[in-house]
C-alpha cells in the first residue's frame, strides 16, 4: 500500500499547485476590468442569445467555483463572484458555461456521453474504496497452499469500479477543452473583449483546463497502482 499513498500524495500536491495558479490567475485577472462594463450575468445571456438559446436561465448560487450548467433544468449557474463582476475572469467563466448550454443544443457526442455515464459513476465513485478495501481483505483471507493469490474477485470489481471513474475523468476532458475553446472564440469573434482583455480569459480557461487534466492524470495513476495489484496477485 505504501506506492499507493506515494500516488495518492504526488497527485494531491500537483493538484493543490495547479489549483493555487488558477486561483491566483483569477484574482490577478478579476482586477481586469472590461471595457464594455458587461457583468458575467449579462455576457451569459448575450451568448447564449447569440448561439439562439432562448430556453436556458442565467441565475446566481452561493459560493466560490461553483459555476456550472445543469442540463437537466436547462441553467447556468454562476457563482455570486462571476454574477455580477464585470472582468476578464467573469467573462471566462461565465462564457465556458455557457459553451456546455451550447454543446447540449447543438448535441455535442462526448456531453451526451459523459451524462449517460453520470448515474454509473456516481454508484462507483460512492462504493469503490469499499469495494476495493474488502477486496484486499478478502484476497490476504483466502490465501492458502492451494491458492496462493486467494480470491481476487472483489478486488476485480473494485477495480472496474475505478476504471469506470477514471474514463470519466477522461471523457470530461475533451468536453471541458471544447466549451472553453466555444467561449474563446464567441468572445474574440463578437469583439464582447478587447484584445487585452482575451488575453487573461484565455489564461484563466487555461488553467481552469488544467485542473481536471491532472485529476485524469492522478486517476489514470491509482487505477494502475490497482490494476498492477490485481494482475500481480493472479501470476
Not at 493543490?16 to 455576457?43: A, C, D, P, Q, T
Not at 447569440?50 to 457563482?79: A, C, E, F, M, W
Not at 476485480?156 to 475523468?169: E, N, P, W, Y
Not at 484565455?202 to 498492477?228: M, N, P
Amino acid at each position: 500500500m505504501t506506492g499507493y499513498y506515494i500516488i495518492i500524495g504526488i497527485s494531491m500536491l500537483i493538484s493543490w499547485l495547479v489549483s493555487s495558479r488558477l486561483k491566483s490567475k483569477f484574482e490577478h485577472y478579476s482586477k481586469v476590468h472590461l471595457r464594455n462594463g458587461m457583468s458575467g450575468k449579462e455576457i451569459a445571456e448575450k451568448m447564449l442569445r447569440d448561439n439562439g438559446i432562448s430556453d436556458v436561465q442565467v441565475i446566481s448560487v452561493p459560493g466560490q467555483l461553483t459555476d456550472h450548467y445543469n442540463p437537466v433544468n436547462k441553467t447556468v449557474n454562476l457563482s455570486e463572484g462571476v454574477y455580477m463582476q464585470r472582468n476578464a475572469a467573469a467573462a471566462a467563466v461565465a462564457a465556458h458555461e455557457c459553451g456546455h448550454a451550447v454543446q447540449h443544443k447543438v448535441g455535442y457526442s462526448m456531453l451526451q456521453l459523459r451524462s449517460k455515464l453520470v448515474p454509473v459513476v456516481n454508484i462507483s465513485s460512492n462504493l469503490m474504496q469499499f469495494v476495493l478495501i474488502a477486496g484486499i481483505g478478502l484476497m490476504f483471507a483466502t490465501r492458502s497452499i492451494e491458492n496462493p493469490n486467494g480470491n481476487t474477485t472483489v478486488l476485480a470489481i473494485g477495480v472496474a469500479m475505478f476504471a469506470v471513474t477514471t474514463l470519466f475523468t477522461f471523457i470530461t476532458l475533451p468536453v471541458e477543452y471544447d466549451a472553453s475553446n466555444r467561449a474563446m472564440k464567441w468572445l474574440k469573434d463578437t469583439g464582447t473583449v478587447t484584445s487585452e482583455e482575451y488575453v487573461g480569459v484565455k489564461d484563466s480557461l487555461t488553467w481552469a483546463a488544467r485542473t481536471y487534466l491532472v485529476a485524469a492524470l492522478g486517476s489514470l495513476a491509482q487505477l494502475l497502482y490497482w490494476g498492477s495489484m490485481l494482475l500481480g496477485r493472479r501470476e
